[in-house]
């Protein structure tokens, strides 16, 4: 009977195999902060909510970095730039708590419940943000 070889932590190390953590969102390619968050076809669909909603056309930058920087022009637009500057902490929010889902619990949701865990994070961040406001989704989605 042959034995099997059991890919251990110990065993990897040993061998001098590396593994390369693939995104958990596509699957596609390596785990890297930048893609995750902003490159990953997934995150991607989360963005294009706020973008195509304020009908903003724009190449995603490299770096996160350099995306509050983009989103901070951007918002010059925006009715209210104190919840605009809020919207990609909630887009981010809502990736890694349905990444760590995938990893540690195996549980998938479809694309469709991140958005709307992103939008009410959002909602929720914002009244947070004027303490005594109750303001709707509506509301808040039309203010930005
Ligand atoms: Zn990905």
Known sequence: MAKEAVLTQDNVMKRGITLCSRCFLCGETAETVNHL??????????WSIFL???GISWTMPRKVTEVLMSWEEEGVHAKDRSRWRIIPSAIWWA???????RCFESI???VQ???LSCI??????????????????????DSI
């Open 37 to 46: 968050f902003l490159h990953c076809k997934y995150t991607q669909q989360i």
């Open 52 to 54: 195509n909603r304020k």
């Open 95 to 101: 990736i890694w708590k349905e990444r760590n889902s």
């Open 108 to 110: 998938v949701n479809n």
């Open 113 to 115: 419940k991140v958005k």
């Open 120 to 141: 009410l994070f959002l909602v929720f961040w914002c009244n947070q943000l004027y303490s005594n406001d109750t303001t709707s989704i509506i509301d808040v989605l």
